[in-house]
């Protein structure tokens, strides 16, 4: 092999390629130690809407302390999973700025309502935390509960209603999935209904969908107020009709002395169709 000259050249130009790139290499990692590459700064912008909650100041406060390496070494999934923990921020990704920074966008969560009294929902049918003084600055918001696991099934269902009930202009303020799979719902008028459970979902024989039970009811509403009075619960669990309990009627003019009438109370009315 020592008398072949083809086979020492091809070996000698092997070892100054190797050579060259272990040079090179470490010229790199030279380079990609020097302060000019330290992370000094973090850009943070919105993914699709105007931030309203998340704020670069608390992006660097979160990640502070937390994020190790330098431009070229620091972990970006690292770095979106710490920033995914931060309040507000639904979804974070992460990509490198030139020279020395990192650029964050961020998905906020969009508030639908709050859920099972300490948390809230968001449109995605997600529950999250976060400061609920914040979410309830622009007003009140729908209160939404249920068993864990069905906020998704709850902000559906939600939806729903909304569509079910705009003939007589009136929302959902309140919407609650029992644990026995039942739906309570209670409207911006105070009335209160209980729906039952969904015959579609659960298996059950009664041929009426909610939807059903819900058209039946809003077509009689306007002359159940009318002719009977303002309607303060209803009952849509029956088959084939709805029970409702009106309001206690305005006190009537005093009678004469001498005279009796007997007390008004709350009426409960079986309504067929």
């Known amino acids: 092999m020592w008398n072949d000259s083809r086979t020492l050249n091809l070996l000698a130009n092997t070892l100054y390629l190797l050579a060259a790139l272990a040079l090179g290499l470490a010229a790199l990692l030279w380079m ?7 992370l000094k700064g973090i850009v943070v912008e919105a993914d699709n809407a105007e931030l309203q909650h998340v704020t670069t100041a608390s992006v660097r406060a979160t990640i502070e302390g937390r994020l190790t390496g330098n431009f070229f070494t620091a972990d970006l999934e690292q ?5 995914e923990t931060v309040p507000w921020v ?15 966008t961020v998905e906020e969560h969009r508030v639908l309502g709050l859920w099972n009294e300490n948390r809230l929902l968001n449109t995605y049918g997600e529950s999250f935390t ?12 729908p209160v939404f509960g ?6 998704k099934l709850v902000a559906q269902r939600y939806a729903e209603l909304i569509r079910w009930f705009a003939p007589i202009k009136v929302d959902p303020s309140r919407v609650l999935l029992t644990q026995r799979y039942a739906w309570q719902v209670e409207l911006s008028t105070g009335l209160t209904i209980d ?30 107020d009318s002719r009977i009075g303002k ?3 209803a009952d849509l669990r029956y088959p084939n009709g709805f029970a409702i309990t009106t309001a206690k009627p305005a006190p009537a ?14 009426k409960t009315t079986q309504k067929k169709p």
């Open 32 to 38: 990609a130690q020097r302060p000019v590459f330290a």
């Open 79 to 83: 770095v979106r999973q710490v920033l």
């Open 90 to 104: 639904r979804h974070a990704s992460i990509r490198r700025q030139w020279p020395n920074a990192l650029r964050v």
């Open 130 to 141: 976060a400061n609920l003084g914040e979410a309830e600055e622009d007003g009140a918001l």
């Open 146 to 151: 249920g068993p864990p696991g069905s906020e």
């Open 195 to 224: 729906l039952g459970r969904d015959p579609t979902s659960v298996g059950g024989t009664d041929p009426a969908s909610l939807e059903s039970r819900v058209q039946r009811f809003v077509q009689a509403a306007p002359v159940i």
């Open 231 to 233: 309607t303060i619960h």
């Open 253 to 266: 003019p005093k009678a004469a002395p001498g005279t009796k009438k007997p007390a008004s109370t709350p």
